[in-house]
């Protein structure tokens, strides 16, 4: 009888036990889900906040004759996923011609008469306001064999505008340059003042544009500080490397007037010009 006391106390005993264990591990599982649903949104907030991060574009130019470099920048993952164009063919001595056009000066006819004489395709990345201001240039360039892209309706800065707000920004230009010129399609676009997200590439991708970045550039769009024909000539020339895409503002009279021996100097040394239609090779 002693025994059969001892034996229930027992298991009296390892039922509590189990009873104990089977509560710790429930409350271990309760607390690890409750863990595991507060951090859910921490991560999807930081998942929104990297698709959000504003980069302003920017390169190490090209000197020597070496390749400019977007390695140190931070962004060149996004770029090269979202398969935006930075370099063309770094194999081949091609450059590719490219000015945006935020407002007029009075130089663009000059430069479209020198692309013209030299038979040079160059794009013409464009906002609402010189849609609306020019549509006579925008004809020409287009009936000249030009390209016309997208520079947004009104020049915002496309990290922090919202998916809807992007979509109607290059709706309304490439709706306008439709309207107006023989153009039928539009499927590039460059970044208003090169600020963009990883956010910002992947929208516009989806709505069918390629996002136009460069490899050579100088401070030309300030009309308060031009220094002249050769120093835009030695600008662009210093930088020229084979895949270059080159970015010009059409405001600058520098530009206008250099543009003609930077068109000779570069054919001389071997270079051809090609419409972005023709890059069929991207390199980052």
Request: charged residues 25%.
């Given at each position: 009888?002693?025994?059969?006391?001892?034996?229930?106390?027992?298991?009296?005993?390892?039922l509590?036990?189990?009873?104990?264990?089977?509560?710790?591990?429930?409350?271990?599982?309760?607390?690890?889900?409750?863990?595991?649903?507060?951090?859910?949104?921490?991560?999807?907030?930081?998942?929104?906040?990297?698709?959000?991060?504003?980069y302003?574009?920017?390169?190490?130019?090209?000197?020597?004759?070496?390749?400019?470099?977007?390695?140190?920048?931070?962004?060149?993952?996004?770029?090269?996923?979202?398969?935006?164009?930075?370099?063309?063919?770094?194999?081949?001595?091609?450059?590719?011609?490219?000015?945006?056009?935020?407002?007029?000066?009075?130089?663009?006819?000059?430069?479209?008469?020198?692309?013209?004489?030299?038979?040079?395709?160059?794009?013409?990345?464009?906002?609402?306001?010189?849609?609306?201001?020019?549509?006579?240039?925008?004809?020409?360039?287009?009936?000249?064999?030009?390209?016309?892209?997208?520079?947004?309706?009104?020049?915002?800065?496309?990290?922090?505008?919202?998916?809807s707000?992007?979509?109607?920004?290059?709706?309304k230009?490439?709706?306008?340059?439709t309207?107006?010129?023989d153009?039928?399609?539009?499927?590039?676009?460059?970044?208003?003042?090169?600020?963009?997200?990883?956010?910002?590439?992947?929208?516009?991708?989806?709505?069918?544009y390629?996002?136009?970045?460069?490899?050579?550039?100088?401070?030309?769009?300030?009309?308060?500080?031009?220094?002249?024909?050769?120093?835009?000539?030695?600008?662009?020339?210093?930088q020229?490397?084979?895949?270059?895409?080159?970015?010009?503002?059409?405001?600058?009279?520098?530009?206008?007037?250099?543009?003609?021996?930077?068109?000779?100097?570069?054919?001389?040394?071997?270079?051809?010009?090609?419409?972005?239609?023709?890059?069929?090779?991207?390199?980052?």
């Open positions: 009888m002693h025994i059969i006391c001892m034996e229930t106390a027992n298991t009296g005993n390892m509590k036990r189990s009873e104990s264990e089977t509560v710790k591990r429930l409350a271990i599982c309760l607390l690890t889900f409750c863990l595991l649903a507060a951090c859910l949104p921490l991560h999807a907030a930081a998942g929104q906040a990297q698709a959000t991060q504003p302003h574009y920017g390169f190490k130019k090209s000197k020597n004759g070496q390749l400019p470099s977007i390695d140190e920048e931070g962004f060149k993952d996004i770029v090269q996923q979202n398969e935006a164009i930075f370099l063309g063919d770094t194999s081949k001595k091609e450059l590719y011609l490219t000015f945006d056009n935020g407002y007029e000066n009075g130089y663009t006819a000059k430069v479209l008469d020198v692309l013209k004489e030299k038979k040079v395709p160059a794009i013409f990345f464009v906002t609402g306001h010189y849609v609306q201001d020019q549509p006579e240039l925008l004809k020409r360039m287009v009936a000249e064999g030009h390209l016309i892209g997208n520079h947004s309706w009104s020049h915002p800065d496309m990290s922090r505008i919202s998916d707000q992007l979509k109607e920004e290059l709706d230009v490439k709706e306008a340059v309207r107006i010129t153009q039928k399609d539009m499927k590039y676009l460059r970044p208003p003042r090169g600020i963009f997200s990883k956010r910002s590439l992947e929208q516009s991708r989806q709505l069918g390629t996002n136009v970045f460069w490899s050579v550039a100088y401070k030309d769009w300030d009309t308060n500080s031009q220094r002249g024909a050769e120093y835009a000539y030695q600008q662009v020339m210093g020229l490397h084979p895949g270059a895409v080159i970015l010009l503002h059409s405001v600058s009279r520098d530009n206008a007037e250099a543009l003609g021996r930077i068109i000779d100097e570069a054919r001389r040394q071997g270079y051809e010009f090609k419409s972005l239609d023709q890059l069929t090779v991207k390199n980052y």
